[in-house]
């Protein structure tokens, strides 16, 4: 990310009118809260009030009520939040929703979008019939309490039921990102010992088929346990289309819409696991992040509810695949207070660079996410493709995923947000299904910013003996002080490793080490500047890729850059840099030393990329995150590893062939 000095200007200021219409003020209002800063004091400073009043304020369900809201006695890391207590979050987000004489009964839960333009709308009633199938389809093979259930499938409207229904029985769901390949997959299969892996035969992406079943028999048999398989029918596939076994698999058709659409959902302790969320990382083993039906409930919804101003007219779109955490915690949050859900299969310029904005026209869209290197992409492709889309539905948007530079913060803000609709730019992680860093949006907003910790988020900026720098201003560690009700409930089956990963830096007192550098400027605002343990050593002066990245993409050439640390036999490490430029510059070396002098003088003379390469893409994943290990082991030579997650493999060609 870019220095402070490049995002010191305040671009939003929310109205009176919208501040006064907001959740969160409301909130404030009712507990004698005056500012921003009180919020966070009161929220953060007594969290187990804060995590105490909003089960009742977001009126989240309880079968049986919790004794006390939480159990600290072994510490932070190993917090029980409302012991005692029972629930299940399908009964919170589908089964109330679906009551005869809710209002929300025939609302639509969903709308659907395939990368064809087919629409599908799912109403609440028929999402909790199609729920109950699953969960008895699920009964009737053995399924229940703490057994684990896959989930590796494309972005249809089934997933939600699938989920759900998985939630109903006690299963633990483990999403799997569609687009895994198979040692990928089979990690994910094997580690939890998934009896039943819910699948297709594929998906549309850009314009072709995308076959899964292959990829899913291969895993199965690299990792045992599945004795079901499940297979959606996309493509209108038959049994001599695609490989298949008959002990094992099954259509969707005859193994769930034969079921019974009555089902009585289980109670669960508030502290049973209720998803297995892993994190690929970038060394070692895959983590298995471990969520619960009370924890991930709850901060879920209160992030939709307070972060992202729920309406109940609100349509939530955020591009996303189900394997993501991005994925469950949209369905999960919007659903607790019977939102509608927009979900879209395909590819973000197909056929053309608008789809993202027709779909906001034509679904009246009000609030979306997206990451930073997607806008950055589709800003390339020029302002006239938005033209003639009605973006006027838009209320709030939100990005996640990694740091912005200005320009593009400033594009998105007011290109696709008219200068009104705030950024609502999020960082935590899949380890807590959600958000340790989230700006409200009764606040202020500079280019770039996080905002502030969120709601009941007890975060701070520590140097490296544990010290809070926060209001020094400092560059430091992003770290919490305390737990909250989704932080993960150890490592799956590990939870030495656990330890090790996240509390290990800090241990008088107990600190969650997030990994990130932060910063807090003197207006308050709250910036991330990339991962911490991705820092480039120069001669022993360190530097974010991030920030290499941002000095780059402040000069007028460039569109996109990625930043990587080599080998370098004077200075241990040196920076080479990637670049992808804007339409009208030409690649020469005029302009490679142009950029070479630029994050010179921004970050100092020893962080001058020894190399700049001109290339026209990056490898992405499907959510738009550039693999940056696929960079640095194309340049450095080393094998790539599992790919499977790429969305454009020709990108690697791209790399190898870069001048």
């Given at each position: 990310?870019?220095?402070?000095?490049?995002?010191?200007?305040?671009?939003?200021?929310?109205?009176?009118?919208?501040?006064?219409?907001?959740?969160?003020?409301?909130?404030?209002?009712?507990?004698?809260?005056?500012?921003?800063?009180?919020?966070?004091?009161?929220?953060?400073?007594?969290?187990?009030?804060?995590?105490?009043?909003?089960?009742?304020?977001?009126?989240?369900?309880?079968?049986?009520?919790?004794?006390?809201?939480?159990?600290?006695?072994?510490?932070?890391?190993?917090?029980?939040?409302?012991?005692?207590?029972?629930?299940?979050?399908?009964?919170?987000?589908?089964?109330?929703?679906?009551?005869?004489?809710?209002?929300?009964?025939?609302?639509?839960?969903?709308?659907?979008?395939?990368?064809?333009?087919?629409?599908?709308?799912?109403?609440?009633?028929?999402?909790?019939?199609?729920?109950?199938?699953?969960?008895?389809?699920?009964?009737?093979?053995?399924?229940?309490?703490?057994?684990?259930?896959?989930?590796?499938?494309?972005?249809?409207?089934?997933v939600i039921s699938i989920l759900y229904g998985a939630f109903k029985v006690g299963a633990i769901v483990v999403p799997i990102f569609s687009g895994f390949g198979v040692e990928a997959t089979a990690t994910r299969i094997e580690d939890p010992e998934c009896s039943v892996l819910f699948t297709a035969d594929g998906f549309y992406r850009r314009g072709s088929e995308v076959y899964l079943k292959d990829t899913a028999d291969e895993a199965i048999e690299q990792a045992g346990y599945v004795e079901h398989t499940v297979v959606y029918d996309r493509f209108g596939s038959s049994e001599e289309d695609i490989s298949w076994h008959d002990d094992r698999d099954e259509w969707w058709a005859e193994a769930v819409e034969t079921q019974s659409d009555e089902y009585d959902t289980v109670a669960m302790d508030s502290r049973d696991e209720s998803m297995i969320l892993y994190t690929s990382g970038t060394t070692g083993k895959p983590k298995g992040t471990v969520q619960t039906h009370a924890g991930q409930l709850v901060q879920c919804a209160k992030e939709i509810y307070f972060g992202f101003d729920h309406k109940p007219s609100d349509r939530f779109f955020w591009v996303?695949?189900?394997?993501?955490?991005?994925?469950?915690?949209?369905?999960?949050?919007?659903?607790?207070?019977?939102?509608?859900?927009?979900?879209?299969?395909?590819?973000?310029?197909?056929?053309?660079?608008?789809?993202?904005?027709?779909?906001?026209?034509?679904?009246?869209?009000?609030?979306?996410?997206?990451?930073?290197?997607?806008?950055?992409?589709?800003?390339?492709?020029?302002?006239?493709?938005?033209?003639?889309?009605?973006?006027?539905?838009?209320?709030?948007?939100?990005?996640?995923?990694?740091?912005?530079?200005?320009?593009?913060?400033?594009?998105?803000?007011?290109?696709?947000?008219?200068?009104?609709?705030?950024?609502?730019?999020?960082?935590?992680?899949?380890?807590?299904?959600?958000?340790?860093?989230?700006?409200?949006?009764?606040?202020?907003?500079?280019?770039?910013?996080?905002?502030?910790?969120?709601?009941?988020?007890?975060?701070?900026?520590?140097?490296?003996?544990?010290?809070?720098?926060?209001?020094?201003?400092?560059?430091?560690?992003?770290?919490?002080?305390?737990?909250?009700?989704?932080?993960?409930?150890?490592?799956?089956?590990?939870?030495?490793?656990?330890?090790?990963?996240?509390?290990?830096?800090?241990?008088?007192?107990?600190?969650?080490?997030?990994?990130?550098?932060?910063?807090?400027?003197?207006?308050?605002?709250?910036?991330?500047?990339?991962?911490?343990?991705?820092?480039?050593?120069?001669?022993?002066?360190?530097?974010?890729?991030?920030?290499?990245?941002?000095?780059?993409?402040?000069?007028?050439?460039?569109?996109?850059?990625?930043?990587?640390?080599?080998?370098?036999?004077?200075?241990?490490?040196?920076?080479?840099?990637?670049?992808?430029?804007?339409?009208?510059?030409?690649?020469?070396?005029?302009?490679?030393?142009?950029?070479?002098?630029?994050?010179?003088?921004?970050?100092?003379?020893?962080?001058?990329?020894?190399?700049?390469?001109?290339?026209?893409?990056?490898?992405?994943?499907?959510?738009?995150?550039?693999?940056?290990?696929?960079?640095?082991?194309?340049?450095?030579?080393?094998?790539?590893?599992?790919?499977?997650?790429?969305?454009?493999?020709?990108?690697?060609?791209?790399?190898?062939?870069?001048?």
């Amino acid at each position: 990310m870019d220095t402070l000095e490049d995002v010191d200007e305040v671009v939003h200021e929310p109205g009176e009118e919208f501040v006064e219409s907001t959740n969160v003020y409301r909130f404030m209002q009712e507990h004698g809260i005056d500012d921003y800063d009180e919020l966070i004091e009161r929220t953060t400073g007594d969290v187990e009030w804060f995590w105490d009043e909003i089960i009742d304020y977001l009126d989240i369900d309880f079968y049986e009520d919790y004794d006390e809201v939480r159990d600290d006695s072994e510490g932070p890391q190993f917090s029980e939040w409302y012991p005692g207590g029972e629930l299940n979050i399908a009964h919170n987000v589908v089964d109330r929703h679906a009551r005869p004489d809710s209002e929300t009964r025939n609302k639509e839960a969903c709308i659907w979008e395939g990368e064809d333009g087919e629409v599908r709308e799912i109403t609440f009633h028929e999402l909790r019939r199609e729920s109950n199938m699953v969960a008895n389809a699920l009964e009737e093979r053995g399924v229940g309490k703490g057994d684990a259930v896959g989930l590796y499938m494309p972005m249809v409207p089934e997933v939600i039921s699938i989920l759900y229904g998985a939630f109903k029985v006690g299963a633990i769901v483990v999403p799997i990102f569609s687009g895994f390949g198979v040692e990928a997959t089979a990690t994910r299969i094997e580690d939890p010992e998934c009896s039943v892996l819910f699948t297709a035969d594929g998906f549309y992406r850009r314009g072709s088929e995308v076959y899964l079943k292959d990829t899913a028999d291969e895993a199965i048999e690299q990792a045992g346990y599945v004795e079901h398989t499940v297979v959606y029918d996309r493509f209108g596939s038959s049994e001599e289309d695609i490989s298949w076994h008959d002990d094992r698999d099954e259509w969707w058709a005859e193994a769930v819409e034969t079921q019974s659409d009555e089902y009585d959902t289980v109670a669960m302790d508030s502290r049973d696991e209720s998803m297995i969320l892993y994190t690929s990382g970038t060394t070692g083993k895959p983590k298995g992040t471990v969520q619960t039906h009370a924890g991930q409930l709850v901060q879920c919804a209160k992030e939709i509810y307070f972060g992202f101003d729920h309406k109940p007219s609100d349509r939530f779109f955020w591009v996303s695949d189900i394997g993501w955490m991005m994925g469950p915690w949209t369905l999960i949050g919007n659903h607790a207070f019977g939102g509608t859900v927009f979900m879209y299969e395909g590819a973000p310029d197909y056929p053309d660079p608008d789809r993202f904005w027709s779909m906001i026209d034509r679904h009246a869209i009000s609030t979306f996410g997206i990451s930073p290197t997607a806008i950055r992409a589709l800003r390339k492709y020029g302002d006239e493709w938005l033209e003639g889309h009605d973006l006027s539905t838009v209320r709030l948007l939100g990005s996640t995923g990694e740091p912005w530079d200005p320009e593009s913060w400033q594009w998105f803000y007011e290109n696709v947000g008219g200068s009104e609709a705030p950024i609502i730019n999020i960082s935590g992680g899949t380890e807590i299904c959600g958000c340790f860093l989230m700006p409200m949006p009764i606040q202020s907003l500079k280019p770039c910013t996080l905002g502030g910790p969120g709601l009941g988020m007890d975060i701070d900026i520590v140097d490296s003996q544990g010290e809070s720098i926060a209001d020094t201003h400092e560059r430091g560690f992003l770290v919490a002080r305390d737990s909250a009700p989704s932080m993960t409930k150890g490592l799956w089956q590990d939870d030495q490793r656990y330890l090790a990963e996240y509390w290990s830096s800090f241990e008088d007192p107990p600190l969650w080490d997030h990994g990130d550098w932060a910063q807090k400027d003197e207006d308050g605002f709250w910036f991330l500047h990339g991962r911490a343990d991705d820092a480039i050593n120069v001669a022993g002066r360190k530097v974010g890729p991030a920030e290499v990245e941002g000095a780059l993409i402040d000069h007028s050439a460039v569109n996109q850059a990625a930043a990587v640390g080599v080998p370098d036999d004077t200075t241990g490490q040196a920076v080479v840099a990637y670049v992808i430029l804007e339409g009208d510059y030409d690649a020469d070396d005029d302009l490679r030393e142009e950029l070479r002098e630029q994050v010179g003088a921004e970050l100092g003379k020893p962080f001058r990329p020894r190399e700049i390469l001109f290339v026209s893409e990056f490898p992405k994943t499907q959510s738009g995150k550039i693999i940056r290990r696929a960079i640095e082991a194309t340049y450095t030579g080393e094998d790539l590893g599992d790919m499977s997650s790429i969305e454009n493999p020709a990108a690697l060609a791209d790399l190898e062939d870069a001048q």
